[in-house]
């Protein structure tokens, strides 16, 4: 379409947050290109969330079978962590990504495999060429953080674990994040004596802190173990194995240390500088519209500055937004819906819409905006029968109109609940509807809201 730049639309990496965007954009008739340095498909596909739940699902099953174990004859199952990672690598270093890589090519999108800098606000150079957009898109994505003290260069991050052939004896985990929680999950399903640091004295802030600690009781009832307010300075050899020095002068000796102390926008390299683009620590500055501060450059997904969850499915859904409004289809500002979330560990935790927090907040603003019910789950006949027995809760946020608009579960299943409340909540579902919906018997499904 364009006539004065090589392309209508380049996009600056390929995971699922530029992807997802740019197919159904080339399928629309625009000339599109995509430079990506590493692999398509990017982070979630390769070495973020599949590679994750595909070391998780044994982990989880082995889980949720212990909570059977004296029916079989009080056997405790644990993960055959070797052949759990012959199976990832079978699943996923053989390409995983293949499907995407089918749909840029179906759409007739150019790919460059090759690190991408902008050398101004219309130009990109990859290798020894420079290429030029009408629009550039910006989806470089998240690297982890490395903590800055002695010795990080003996840790390893979430991609390396993701990776680990042989499980150490040993394993210390530095954040009780998303990550840190749920790679501790699998090591200790797999036989690891792991320990995991705290930053501060609660786990998994922004989740309800009264399911956060029925989470570490439970990993610490399952042998993990867990230090609070541990302040890193350090980390050494000594022999063949490795000392964390923390807190007080306190050592402890261990074998493999995962730096889990989070996810930090990738915009090194990327020629910023060379632009007018705005960013900060936090990632690249948007409007609602997706926009940047050159009102020719976009970006979606993890690298930008954003209060949205750093999701796959809410990248997906900024760089399918950023297509409508691209193509004309839309002009109103991005509405992002009621967005499900889950720490994939053993058991789940998993929240979508107004948290608790937040309803707690809103109601000291305005007495009685939300009514708040939380509910033991544990005597409840599914739960019961299905032999979550050992930690299950649900806690439900109504607004004023009597209306779900938020609800947080932990349990073995949270992830399935939450998954189902969240359609619930996006259709703005009443309760009335709710209830008078005919749902599937017996399944966790069945008694989503009537008991509360
Ligand atoms: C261990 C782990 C587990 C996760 N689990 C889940 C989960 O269960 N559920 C969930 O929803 N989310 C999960 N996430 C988060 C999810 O992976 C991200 O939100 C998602 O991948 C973001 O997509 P993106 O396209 O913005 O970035 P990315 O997928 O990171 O893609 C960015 C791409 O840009 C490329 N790139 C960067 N700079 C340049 C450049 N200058 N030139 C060329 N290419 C460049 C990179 O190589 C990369 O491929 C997980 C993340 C991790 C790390
Ligand atoms: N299940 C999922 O959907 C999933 C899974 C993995 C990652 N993600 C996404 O990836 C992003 C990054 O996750 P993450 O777990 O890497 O980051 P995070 O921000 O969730 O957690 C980082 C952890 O490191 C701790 N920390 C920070 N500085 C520290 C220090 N100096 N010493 C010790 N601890 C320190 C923090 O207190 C926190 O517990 C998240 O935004 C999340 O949305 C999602």
Redesign the pocket.
């Known amino acids: 379409m364009s006539k004065k730049y090589d392309y209508d639309v380049i996009y600056i990496g390929a995971g699922v947050g530029s992807v997802n965007g740019a197919v159904p954009l080339a399928n629309r008739g625009y000339k599109v290109a995509i430079v990506e340095s590493q692999a398509i498909g990017g982070t979630c596909p390769n070495w ?2 599949t590679a ?1 739940y595909t070391l998780d699902a044994p982990a989880q099953l082995a889980y949720r079978a212990n909570q059977f174990s004296h029916i079989y004859g009080g056997n405790i199952l644990h993960v055959n962590w070797k052949r759990d990672m012959a199976r990832k690598h079978r699943n996923i270093d053989s390409g995983p990504a293949t499907g995407m890589e089918h749909r840029i090519k179906a759409a007739g999108i150019k790919t460059y495999m090759t690190h991408g800098t902008l050398l101004d606000n219309h130009t990109v150079k990859v290798d020894d060429q420079k290429i030029t957009a009408d629009k550039l898109v910006l989806v470089p994505g ?1 690297t ?1 953080h490395h ?1 800055n003290v002695p010795g990080t260069e003996l840790t390893h991050d979430s991609r390396n674990f993701l990776s680990l052939d042989d499980l150490p004896k040993r394993m210390v985990v ?7 929680i ?1 790679l501790a999950t699998v090591a200790n399903a797999g036989g690891a004596d792991v320990t995991v ?4 004295d609660r ?1 998994l ?1 922004g989740f309800y802190e009264p399911f956060a600690d029925q989470l570490v009781k439970s990993l610490e009832k399952q042998g993990m173990h867990f230090v609070k307010s541990a302040k ?1 300075a350090g980390f050494k050899k000594s022999g063949n194995h490795l000392v964390v020095e923390y807190g007080d002068h306190q050592e402890l000796a261990t074998d493999y240390v995962l730096d ?4 930090v926008p990738n915009l090194k390299h990327l020629g910023l500088e060379n632009t007018n683009v705005k960013y900060n620590r936090h990632g690249i500055e948007v409007n609602g519209y997706m926009q940047t501060s050159v009102p020719n450059v976009y970006a979606t997904g993890d690298a930008i500055d954003s209060k949205i ?3 796959s499915p809410t990248a997906t859904y900024e760089t399918k937004y950023l297509t409508r409004l691209l193509t004309g289809e839309t002009n109103k500002p991005m509405a992002m819906p009621a967005v499900p ?4 560990s053993s058991p789940r935790i998993a929240k979508v819409g107004v948290d608790v927090d937040q309803a707690k907040a809103g109601n000291q603003k305005h007495p009685g905006n939300f009514k708040i019910v939380t509910k033991d789950l544990r005597n409840h006949m599914w739960y019961k029968a299905t032999g979550q027995t050992h930690v299950a809760a649900r806690a439900l946020v109504f607004n004023r109109f009597n209306r779900l608009v938020g609800a947080e579960e932990i349990s073995g299943r949270a992830d399935d609940a939450i998954s189902m409340l969240a359609i619930l909540i996006s259709l703005h579902a009443t309760n009335e509807q709710i209830e008078n919906m005919v749902r599937l018997f017996p399944s966790q499904a069945s008694d989503l809201l009537s008991d509360f």
């Open positions: 973020g969330c994750k998240m982890p903590l530095i954040g009780t994040g998303y990550v840190g749920e640091m705290m930053h501060h786990p802030r890193v889990a102390s989070g996810r969850e750093k999701l979330t889950a720490v994939y």
